[in-house]
């Protein structure tokens, strides 16, 4: 039979010491004897480090225990300081909903060969292509925009597949030019552009980066029309029709109002004829044509201008109309007759004593407009 060793009083006062080396400064210890009175007493009063411990995990407890509770439970928005309502409201500030032909504001943060990448604050970057950048031509993005502009940008079209918008400067840009020469045309200005092309119409020309047409008609001129290209003429304004994309200009009328400005009614000038039509010829007179209608041509009757005039004939005529407005320029050579029908018979007289003629005119005019009526006298 085994025997089981028992451990002397030495043995178990050793091992209790041991324990009790192992046990944490401060901290109550099931292994202490229970039956030892002084030890009992004096771990049953906590220490300072004890109470401030003791505090700060109470302090605890009770702050997670009046926080909400998180992790899949909802807040009540009132606990943050505004009702749903408010914030519904908040959201409603911010329009994510861009259509096209909306006016945005943009900032161009890449450059790319075949166009720009510009933030507007769509959920994706928005393009604008190169051919949109300008109204007028731009071989180089870099020339009209640079990284970090902020500007204005026109929405072309609806999000394609990947969410992107196209973008547009030159239409904000064409609509601006439109508003800008419609403000010229009621002012009646006069403005100055270079021709770039020319065709059998006319001649073509910018303003304010729109593409205008001078009707052949309407370019005065002894230059042929392929000879004008890069040449800046004086412009005023015909027709301008943005709906019809129409701006139709006349350098005639440019020309008649600067010369008008030195011209009036009952003046002789010198001229050479242009050309002929069956209502009458057309006369230049200081670069500037005007009408010498076959009515007033002579007193007598005439079938034809041809019967009398040749387009390269130098003649004397009478300024008789002044229209501005249309740049018309209305002469005369049967005012100045001092017989009626001279001009069929003698022109050179008529040429000779034009002044004379005129002045007698002028006195005419004069006496009319006092209210008495007078005819001219003529050579008996």
Sequence with gaps: MVSTPT???????????????HTPSGTPSADLPANNPDLAEEDSKPDETEVALLEEHDSVVVAAEERPQSGGGSRDLNDVGFTMEEFTALLSQYDYHFNPGDVVSGTVFNLE????????GAKTAAFMPL????????????????PGDVREFFILSEENEDGQLMLSIRRIEYQMAWERVRQLQKEDATIYSEVF???????????EGL????PGSHISTR??????????LPLKFLEVDEERNRLVLSHRRALVERKMNRLEVGEVVVGNVRGIKPYGAFIDI????????????????IETSHAVLNVGDQLKVMIIDLDAERGRISLSTKALEPEPGDMLTNPQKVFDRAEEMAALYKQMLEEQVEGEPVE?????
């Design 113 to 120: 060969p075949k166009g720009s990448l510009i933030d507007i």
């Design 197 to 207: 092309a020319t065709n059998r119409g006319g001649a073509l020309v910018r303003v």
């Design 211 to 214: 593409r205008g047409f001078i």
């Design 376 to 380: 001219m006298a003529y050579e008996s």
């Design 286 to 301: 200081g670069g500037v044509s005007g009408l010498l209608h076959i009515s007033e041509i002579s007193h007598e009757h």
């Design 131 to 146: 051919q949109e950048a300008s109204i007028n031509r731009v071989e180089d993005l870099a020339d009209v925009l640079q």
């Design 223 to 232: 230059k042929p029309k392929e000879e004008l290209v890069e040449e800046v």
């Design 7 to 21: 451990s002397s009083p030495e043995t178990s006062s050793s091992e209790a010491s041991s324990t009790d080396d």
